[in-house]
Antibody
Framework: QLQLQESGPGLVKPSETLSLTCTVS??????????WGWIRQPPGKGLEWIGS???????YYSPSLKSRVTISVDTSKNQFSLKLSSVTAADTAVYYC?????????????WGQGTLVTVSS | QSALTQPASVSGSPGQSITISCTAT?????????VSWYQQHPGKAPKLMIY???KRPSGVSNRFSGSKSGNTASLTISGLQAEDEADYYC??????????FGGGTKLTVL
């Protein structure tokens, strides 16, 4: 059974860098059939796509966050990671990692449970 | 980047049908058959309900259906049930390997 699990600090200070890791079990992150993505949801608000990564390391970012986002992959650990720099209170959100199917069934089909990150001093 | 507009809320009585629209400001939806819909209950992760405009994943009730006309995609739920009360989000491929979500629609079952 495929599972995705987000991990990382739940509290980050303003101007610092938010760092999260998503550990994938039950599916190889090295498959050519998937992107691996990050999506966030501020409290009481909607979903926002942050970016995605292919196992080869190719990355795709939201234009609105591109200047502050870095997504990387570690195929040896079956993990991918998110770094968001220069955070402000507006970056407070539940952060989800998810699998995006590329070849048929195109959509985010599996999601992590989400992790709340609060930006506060 | 394109934006996807959804109604903030819709409501219906048990047994009725409702439709949630998702309109793109550019031709993203019209150009690609890559619209997906997600259901989210409070405190839970989103769940895939429809992919590629109108296809249902295994295990999703056939009361859920999707369609598209021009730059507007739609999610229809027939035979409304209490457990359908949730937030619903559309998502589409927006070109250059980017994705965009709609603002979400809160469905209330009266």
């Amino acid at each position: 059974q495929l599972q995705l699990q987000e991990s990382g600090p739940g509290l980050v200070k303003p101007s610092e860098t938010l760092s999260l890791t998503c550990t994938v079990s039950g599916s190889s992150i090295s498959s050519s059939s998937y992107y691996w993505g990050w999506i966030r949801q501020p409290p009481g608000k909607g979903l926002e796509w942050i970016g995605s990564i292919y196992y080869s390391g190719s990355t795709y970012y939201s234009p609105s966050l591109k200047s502050r986002v870095t997504i990387s992959v570690d195929t040896s650990k079956n993990q991918f990671s998110l770094k968001l720099s220069s955070v402000t209170a507006a970056d407070t959100a539940v952060y989800y990692c998810a699998r995006y199917v590329l070849t048929g069934d195109t959509a985010f089909d599996y999601w992590g449970q989400g992790t709340l990150v609060t930006v506060s001093s | 980047q394109s934006a996807l507009t959804q109604p903030a809320s819709v409501s219906g009585s048990p047994g009725q049908s409702i439709t949630i629209s998702c309109t793109a400001t550019s031709s993203d939806i019209g150009n690609y058959n890559l619209v997906s819909w997600y259901q989210q209950h409070p405190g839970k992760a989103p769940k895939l309900m429809i992919y590629e405009v109108s296809k249902r994943p295994s295990g999703v009730s056939n009361r859920f259906s999707g369609s598209k006309s021009g730059n507007t995609a739609s999610l229809t739920i027939s035979g409304l049930q209490a457990e359908d009360e949730a937030d619903y989000y559309c998502c589409t491929y927006a070109g250059s390997s980017t994705l965009v979500f709609g603002g979400g629609t809160k469905l209330t079952v009266l």
